[in-house]
């Protein structure tokens, strides 16, 4: 059974930082490399990637709008995948979801596996 859990979302203060955890079952980590997307307000049903793990080697990618601040990692052994989120502010306040593909992990059209999301706000 294919299943991701994303946690950890919370209330932060601006500055603050917050770690997300993705817990993934009936994916294997070296096969389905994961993604991590947020739905902002006012940005419609738009699912923005905010970082990528690749299933093959653990390389990982970033957008302008969040490199040097989030940073993603994953725990073999544990089938999780992280979401380390530093420097944060209002503008980082969305739902974040993880996904999972075997296609190109670095377009969101071929994320076929969701989770449910995890709420994050960002207060000033």
């Known amino acids: 059974q294919v299943r991701l859990v994303e946690s950890g979302g919370a209330l932060v203060e601006s500055g603050g930082s917050l770690r997300l955890s993705c817990a993934v079952s009936?994916?294997?980590?070296?096969?389905?490399?994961i993604g991590w997307f947020r739905q902002v307000p006012g940005k419609g049903n738009n699912y923005e990637g905010v970082?990528?793990?690749?299933?093959?080697?653990?390389?990982?990618y970033y957008p302008d709008s969040v490199k040097g601040r989030f940073a993603v990692s994953r725990d073999g052994a544990k089938n999780s995948v992280y979401l380390q989120m530093n420097a944060l502010t209002p503008a980082d306040t969305a739902v974040y979801y993880c996904?999972?593909?075997?296609?190109?992990?670095?377009?969101?059209?071929?994320?076929?596996?969701w989770g449910q999301g995890t709420q994050v706000t960002v207060s000033s």
């Open positions: 996904a999972a593909t075997n296609r190109n992990w670095l377009e969101g059209y071929d994320y076929n596996y």
């Open positions: 009936g994916l294997p980590l070296d096969e389905y490399s």
């Open positions: 970082g990528c793990i690749r299933a093959s080697d653990g390389d990982t």
